[in-house]
């Protein structure tokens, strides 16, 4: 079986993600939280889960890389620097970094992508968002994630057609953008969804996240898969072979 090592095992995913282990053909290797030993942990794991914060991530890499051990990374609110980080690491050891380790956010974001190709610019794109209100970072990594399919779709980036929020007289809509709104409230583990408005028609794509257990079975199924992965960067994507 696979040994399992959950670097920030205090948070709400690193317990989930324990619990999940025991149904799992996994076993836990241990788990750490700031201040631990990432490279003691990652010593005695086949592979890592992280699901810290972005500042920890150099020094998660850092272990991951020195023992060769592989690395989920569901950290969200990284920068471009920490991207380019991700890339280093993924000449030694396998990596897969995520902004959201469901199944079927998974597959929405293949459709929402298929939908984007499809139907083509004259059709707004809207990612509405909603989640707990202790979640720190906004947009969603799912949002980003789902907004990034989008814009693949159209042959383009996120970066260049996101529109994050609107305030004042912001005049008419510019075609082609893909709007993305936060909605922070409650306990609200993850809804989103992708709003394609044509005239005179809708077609609404979403994803509900009903309990935290899913993303913690969702990230055990890929560092299982992961686990046995050569150095690369990989995604949800190809955990699934789309």
């Not at 890339?87 to 298929?114: C, F, K, P, Y």
């Not at 693949?152 to 970066?159: V, Y």
């Amino acid at each position: 079986m696979v040994a399992i090592g959950i670097l920030g095992s205090a948070g709400r995913m690193g317990r989930a993600i324990a619990a999940a282990i025991e149904a799992a053909d996994a076993t836990l290797a241990g788990g750490i939280d700031a201040g631990g030993d990432a490279r003691a942990l990652a010593e005695r794991s086949d592979v890592l889960v992280d699901f810290t914060i972005a500042k920890a991530l150099p020094a998660n890499l850092a272990a991951a890389v020195a023992a060769r051990t592989p690395i989920l990374i569901g950290t969200t609110g990284l920068s471009p620097a920490d991207h380019a980080a991700i890339d280093e690491a993924a000449h030694a050891i396998a990596v897969l970094q995520t902004g959201n380790t469901s199944l079927g956010v998974t597959l929405l974001a293949r459709l929402v992508r298929e939908a984007a190709a499809r139907l083509g610019p004259a059709w707004d794109i809207e990612i509405v968002e909603m989640h707990h209100r202790a979640k720190v970072d906004a947009p969603s990594g799912t949002a980003q994630l789902l907004g990034a399919a989008a814009a693949e779709g159209r042959g383009s980036t996120l970066g260049d057609l996101a529109v994050l929020g609107r305030a004042g007289l912001t005049g008419d809509r510019a075609e082609g953008t893909i709007g993305i709104a936060s909605l922070r409230g409650g306990s609200v583990a993850g809804d989103h969804q992708v709003i394609f408005a044509g005239a005179g028609e809708r077609i609404e794509l979403g994803h509900r996240a009903e309990d935290r257990a899913i993303f913690a079975r969702g990230a055990i199924t890929a560092a299982r898969w992961l686990a046995r992965q050569p150095a690369g960067r990989y995604t949800m994507a190809e955990v699934l072979g789309l």
